[in-house]
């Protein structure tokens, strides 16, 4: 299977960085790299098991491109050399002699070369073809699921699993690319700018990526550059670069800023930045992708005031965990939720524990609105695919190491990633490496701890059984408390809170079984006690702790649909909105039947959506969004316990503005649009799991 060059999606548009990682297997394969990625590129280059040598000339208004490279394999394995099927091919030689006719395979051509004892082995393609047009019209979910090489004036992007250049499949490998490009155009492919130039004539670049990687990514556009040098903690130079199209120009001097600020946090915190330069490169699309050494941002999400304190730094980071330290897919994924920890969560705790509270609320809230059987063990989560694999692995795996910090406390936890680091740093790693990491740095047998969060699918329920004052001996109150959970029983670290006239006491209790009495001794009479008042521990939430929110009627893949509109227009606008929230095509049943038992989206216009609600017996639309807005969408928890979600519009125009910013709320319980804006949002009030006492 082809390795990919750690391209990344983002999931901008939530207001947080979320990132996807392709699905490739690197268990065969082991890195030996330890120093800097471009400390010594010749050397590495000669050391590499295979070495990448490409030169391409690419015509953005043409939709041409032509190539050369000369591959270095320095192993006598077989070989599989793959290029997409779109390109001919005018020359291609192993030491020599010809290749003959590729094989097909899906969208690639294949070669297969036999083993061999002569080391090194060279390869020569000369390959060319004709790019797909740029398509400015896409919405962000259809842009990043294209993986075809497209270009035009403004803008190239050949993402590495289109195959526009041949690769060996299966091998990790560094590279050198010259990049040739019309007068007023620019590249950039991840890795270091050793030299560029421009004249009349044209545009010309070359990159190196010394250090073994997974792929390469290029992109192209009629950029203004605009270049800073930091140095890092150890004196190093680090050029940062924005390549931004010039109607967005003057956001650069900040962007430059931001970045060289999250360099030196995670430098302070991590270790040294493994490379020599970062790069924010502009898209014509609304694209969200990281890679090596860059970040590539549509130009609208450029503009979105909130991405320079959320995605940007977490894009930094993947620099550390990701492409500094490659995961171990084959057993896991632990890349994902260890950034987002790191990043988005550190900048919640940054902001105040309350912001970090309501981070930690909206995991839980996620995780409560999966339905049982929609996960799986963390082990076994490589990549986002959808909101399910999202919300394992990356909000329940990101508050794992919460937990973990909590247990070990700050200062170890920290040296423990700083070792990490420093001992797999460009090679593959896995969850037991890290486990190895933190036991080395705590003295303590983290195998309990790791083993359940990562083996195991789903989340403890727990919940008070039982509560009770004794009577005061000597000057204290006594109180029992009764928790339980439920099988497979988790070695627990439950934080419940006694509460009394005067203040609040914060207990954590080792719960190993399924139900166990506690006796605790307070100074004042307690009035109530609570269940982990401040969401510290990675649970199912009970249905009062989970108000509905859209998303559980978004990721259920039992939801049904109801569309009220019955023909025309209206109709295929309402069944494009249900496609776009539940990223399939909807499972509809009608209006007129009786209110399913299983999770339901119910879209239609307001007089429509009204009387349906009537018809039912259901709760008519909430007091705080009737009336406002043009369009509303709004969750309910009927008495059954099945979520139901509305979402109601002015008028026909109403309806199809929702198209695209509606799938982006799923965190919300109710939101109020004027045309494509959101005016209003926000989440059902929850309610702890709370016992009072007599």
């Known amino acids: 299977m082809k390795l990919m060059a750690g391209l990344r999606i983002l999931n901008i548009w939530s207001g947080i960085a979320y990132i996807l990682v392709p699905i490739f297997t690197l268990t065969s394969i082991t890195l030996t790299t330890s120093t800097s990625a471009f400390a010594a590129s010749s050397e590495a280059a000669d050391t590499a098991e295979v070495h990448y040598d490409i030169t391409v000339r690419i015509d953005p208004v043409a939709r041409s491109i032509e190539g050369r490279s000369v591959i270095t394999v320095n192993t006598p394995d077989e070989l599989t050399l793959m290029l997409g099927r779109r390109f001919g091919v005018m020359h291609a030689r192993v030491d020599g002699t010809?290749?003959?006719?590729?094989?097909?395979?899906?969208?690639?051509?294949?070669?297969?070369?036999?083993?061999?004892?002569?080391?090194?082995?060279?390869?020569?393609?000369?390959?060319?073809?004709?790019?797909?047009?740029?398509?400015?019209?896409?919405?962000?979910?259809?842009?990043?699921?294209?993986?075809?090489?497209?270009?035009?004036?403004?803008?190239?992007?050949?993402?590495?699993?289109?195959?526009?250049?041949?690769?060996?499949?299966?091998?990790?490998?560094?590279?050198?690319?010259?990049?040739?490009?019309?007068?007023?155009?620019?590249?950039?492919?991840?890795?270091?700018?050793?030299?560029?130039?421009?004249?009349?004539?044209?545009?010309?670049?070359?990159?190196?990526?010394?250090?073994?990687?997974?792929?390469?990514?290029?992109?192209?556009?009629?950029?203004?550059?605009?270049?800073?040098?930091?140095?890092?903690?150890?004196?190093?130079?680090?050029?940062l670069r924005t390549y931004f199209h010039p109607q967005i120009g003057d956001l650069a001097p900040a962007y430059l800023d931001s970045v060289k600020e999250y360099v030196e946090l995670y430098e302070s915190w991590i270790g040294a930045y493994p490379f020599s330069e970062f790069s924010v490169v502009s898209s014509p699309t609304p694209t969200g992708f990281g890679m090596p050494t860059l970040t590539y941002l549509g130009i609208d999400v450029l503009r979105l005031p909130f991405i320079r304190s959320t995605s940007l730094g977490h894009e930094v980071l993947h620099n550390w965990w990701g492409n500094g330290v490659y995961p171990d897919y084959g057993r896991g994924n632990w890349?994902?939720?260890?950034?987002?920890?790191?990043?988005?969560?550190?900048?919640?705790?940054?902001?105040?524990?309350?912001?970090?509270?309501?981070?930690?609320?909206?995991?839980?809230?996620?995780?409560?609105?999966?339905?049982?059987?929609?996960?799986?063990?963390?082990?076994?989560?490589?990549?986002?695919?959808?909101?399910?694999?999202?919300?394992?692995?990356y909000n329940k795996a990101a508050m794992i190491f919460f937990m973990l910090r909590d247990l070990l406390g700050r200062e170890t936890f920290d040296r423990a990633l700083q070792t990490f680091w420093r001992e797999q740093r460009f090679r593959i790693a896995s969850w037991a490496d890290l486990q190895r990491s933190f036991e080395a740095a705590s003295g303590q047998d983290l195998s309990v701890?790791?083993?359940?969060?990562?083996?195991?699918?789903?989340?403890?329920?727990?919940?008070?059984?039982?509560?009770?004052?004794?009577?005061?001996?000597?000057?204290?109150?006594?109180?029992?408390?009764?928790?339980?959970?439920?099988?497979?029983?988790?070695?627990?670290?439950?934080?419940?809170?006694?509460?009394?006239?005067?203040?609040?006491?914060?207990?954590?209790?080792?719960?190993?079984?399924?139900?166990?009495?506690?006796?605790?001794?307070?100074?004042?009479?307690?009035?109530?006690?609570?269940?982990?008042?401040?969401?510290?521990?990675?649970?199912?939430?009970?249905?009062?702790?989970?108000?509905?929110?859209?998303?559980?009627v978004m990721v259920d893949k039992a939801a049904v649909t109801v569309l009220l509109p019955e023909s025309g227009d209206l109709r295929e606008a309402a069944e494009t909105l249900a496609a776009k929230l539940q990223h399939r095509a909807p499972k509809l049943v009608s209006g007129t039947d009786s209110a399913p038992s299983v999770p339901t989206l119910v879209i239609g216009l307001q007089e429509q959506v009204d009387t349906w609600l009537s018809h039912h017996r259901l709760p008519a639309r909430p007091e705080v969004v009737r009336g406002k807005g043009s369009a509303q969408a709004w969750t309910v928890m009927r008495p059954d316990g099945v979520t139901l979600a509305v979402v109601s519009a002015r008028d026909p125009a109403s309806l199809v503005a929702l198209t695209r910013p509606l799938p982006h709320y799923g965190r919300q319980s109710y939101v109020i649009f004027d045309g494509a804006?959101?005016?209003?949002?926000?989440?059902?009030?929850?309610?702890?799991?709370?016992?009072?006492?007599?």
């Open 449 to 552: 701890f790791f083993d359940q969060w990562l083996s195991q699918a789903g989340a403890p329920v727990v919940r008070i059984a039982d509560a009770a004052h004794v009577k005061p001996e000597s000057g204290q109150h006594r109180l029992t408390v009764t928790l339980e959970q439920t099988d497979p029983p988790y070695r627990l670290r439950v934080p419940v809170a006694v509460r009394t006239g005067e203040s609040e006491e914060l207990h954590t209790l080792d719960l190993e079984s399924g139900r166990r009495v506690f006796t605790l001794d307070v100074a004042a009479r307690p009035l109530e006690v609570v269940l982990d008042p401040n969401l510290q521990l990675f649970r199912r939430l009970m249905p009062d702790e989970a108000p509905p929110i859209l998303r559980q």
């Open 98 to 239: 010809s290749l003959g006719p590729a094989a097909s395979m899906g969208k690639m051509r294949v070669w297969g070369i036999s083993g061999g004892q002569k080391i090194p082995r060279r390869i020569e393609v000369r390959w060319g073809g004709e790019l797909s047009a740029l398509d400015i019209s896409l919405d962000h979910p259809q842009t990043l699921g294209r993986d075809e090489p497209a270009s035009g004036e403004a803008g190239t992007f050949l993402p590495d699993s289109s195959g526009w250049y041949p690769y060996i499949a299966g091998k990790l490998a560094s590279y050198r690319l010259n990049i040739e490009l019309p007068a007023g155009q620019r590249g950039i492919v991840p890795g270091r700018l050793i030299e560029e130039s421009e004249s009349n004539e044209g545009y010309h670049a070359r990159f190196e990526f010394p250090s073994p990687t997974g792929g390469i990514d290029l992109m192209a556009g009629p950029y203004t550059v605009e270049t800073r040098t930091m140095r890092s903690a150890g004196g190093k130079p680090i050029q």
């Open 677 to 694: 804006k959101a005016i209003a949002r926000g989440a059902w009030t929850t309610r702890p799991q709370v016992v009072k006492l007599h």
């Open 335 to 393: 890349s994902e939720g260890l950034t987002t920890f790191m990043a988005d969560y550190a900048y919640k705790e940054r902001e105040s524990p309350e912001a970090a509270r309501e981070m930690r609320r909206g995991w839980l809230r996620d995780f409560a609105a999966l339905s049982p059987g929609q996960d799986a063990p963390l082990s076994t989560f490589t990549s986002r695919t959808h909101g399910a694999t999202q919300i394992v692995g």
